[in-house]
Nanobody, 125 residues
Framework: EVQLVESGGGLVQAGGSLRLSCAAS????????IAWFRQAPGKEREGVSC????????YYTDSVKGRFTVSSDNAKNTGYLQMNSLKPEDTAVYYC??????????????????WGQGTQVTVSS
């Protein structure tokens, strides 16, 4: 059974940092793409970033480029999203998701069959 469990969310002041983790089990981590999405109240779920665990390629939505860094530790079956210089508009529930093999762009929720439960990130001004 595929499972993804996020952790690391919380409350932080603007300009601060958080690191989200996504612990995966039930599949061959190296063959998958791990993506991060976020959903703010009243808004659609948005693709933030993704990483191909097979070749290490990474992608970011424009609003987080230069502030967020996505990574994976294949030995630990865990993905990470390092978020720096956080802004109030980054406030949302953040989800990790997984799909086999290749990256598809743009990062769209419909392309990912496996999802974590989400973790709340709140950035105060």
């Amino acid at each position: 059974e595929v499972q993804l469990v996020e952790s690391g969310g919380g409350l932080v002041q603007a300009g601060g940092s958080l690191r989200l983790s996504c612990a995966a089990s039930g599949f061959t981590f190296d063959n998958y793409v791990i993506a991060w999405f976020r959903q703010a109240p009243g808004k659609e779920r948005e693709g933030v970033s993704c990483i191909s665990n097979s070749d290490g390629s990474t992608y970011y939505t424009d609003s987080v480029k230069g502030r967020f860094t996505v990574s994976s530790d294949n030995a630990k079956n865990t993905g990470y999203l390092q978020m720096n210089s956080l802004k109030p508009e980054d406030t949302a529930v953040y989800y990790c998701a997984a799909r086999r093999r290749r990256v598809t762009l743009p990062i769209h929720p419909a392309d990912y069959p496996y999802w974590g439960q989400g973790t709340q990130v709140t950035v105060s001004s």
